[in-house]
């Protein structure tokens, strides 16, 4: 499966973004869809799955009830919205794809699909 990960751009404190992840020679019901981010001098990080099995979302500490992942299975496509938005969101933001067991959804090398990566900047 191909990934292509989308949406990224400039916002300031306490605003919103939504970014795209469209899956291509796969479908996003047959894989768990993960979103990582890595800030400059930082690991790359876990942000938010959602499970291919249940539908299951899974969101770090950090972003819980700020960050909302949703797969549409028509437009096979996972989206990740972002609100409340904060200067430490600033990240490149990726998407990946795997089927990792539920104590490895955070892993990211239980995913083995990455997308290019998109820029998000939040600042005044």
Known sequence: VQLQASGGGLVQPGGSLRLSCAASGGTVRSYTIAWFRQAPGKEREFVATINRNNNNAYYTDSVKGRFTVSRDIRENTVYLQMNSLKPEDTAV?????????????SNRNAYYHWGQGTQVTVSS
């Open 93 to 105: 933001y990726y998407c990946a794809a795997g089927r990792p067991i539920l104590s490895s959804l």
